[in-house]
């Protein structure tokens, strides 16, 4: 019989954890005497505990390690749930590996510009949707709203069901800044299946990965956001991968005045 103590040393595991691992049920005390209270194990239970030890310090959970031994002499078992792991670890040191460099851009960008943190770019995915759309060539940026008429007029006898985040898009097709007969998408993301009317279109959008910049205020400050964006696409090691598009959480449509306007900026991008 080895008390706790001892096998606390045998095992590097500390009476803490030891006495942790008897109250889930992960390593049980050979015997506990019943007026003191005292814990002994076996050195039979050495293996055990390095085993436990050893997948713990894999970043297997407790839990998993529970499930993990009542497998651990089936090798193939065995040799599936370390590769999930091995894949998981993966996964977490590529994301440890982005924010990284993140944060170093970061830095060297606050070090050049006082403004660098006045745009927040943010990496995500665009969802996979279903949605409305009305394309067309405009005359000018300024006549989207023609758009949105045109959608509002034929929308409404459908009766369209808006999903939910509804997503107000307008997609800037044209491959370089116009200043006429400029190539719009307007799009909103809806719920069912419609039939198409004159101009607008249902469609199934897949996933889009992108970077973003939510502003509040006019749109005057969207030279500056793409400048900002640029730098980031740059030093981040990502390109450049589709149409720019505009996503209008509250829009010139819900109120009047520019300074409630709330606009997500958004590039679709590949990593290099």
Known sequence: ????????????????????????????????????????????????????????SMGFSLTAITEILKEYDNRETLKTYLALKLEEIKEQAATA?????????????LGKDEDAMKYDVILKEMPR???????????NYECEGVLWKQYAEESEPLAIRPANPEYCIAIFHDPAHVNQDVDVEIQMSVVGEYKDTENIKFKTVPPIP??????????????AISETVASWVAANGYDFNGAMFNIY?????????????VTEVCYPVTKK
């Open 1 to 56: 019989m080895i008390k706790i103590g001892d096998f606390s040393k045998l095992s590097r595991i500390s009476i803490r954890m030891l006495r942790h691992y008897n109250e889930i049920g992960l390593l049980i005390p050979v015997s506990i005497d019943d007026f003191t209270g005292y814990r002994y194990y076996s050195a039979a239970q050495l293996p055990l505990a390095n085993r436990i030890s050893a997948l713990k």
């Open 97 to 109: 590996s982005r924010q990284m460099l993140l944060l170093e851009t970061t830095i060297k960008n």
């Open 129 to 139: 949707r279903t949605v409305a759309s009305v394309r067309k060539i405009i005359p």
């Open 210 to 223: 992108m970077v973003s910049v939510t502003f509040n205020g006019g749109f005057e400050q969207i030279a």
């Open 249 to 261: 959480h509250v829009s010139p449509g819900h109120d009047p005045n520019p300074e409630k306007w």
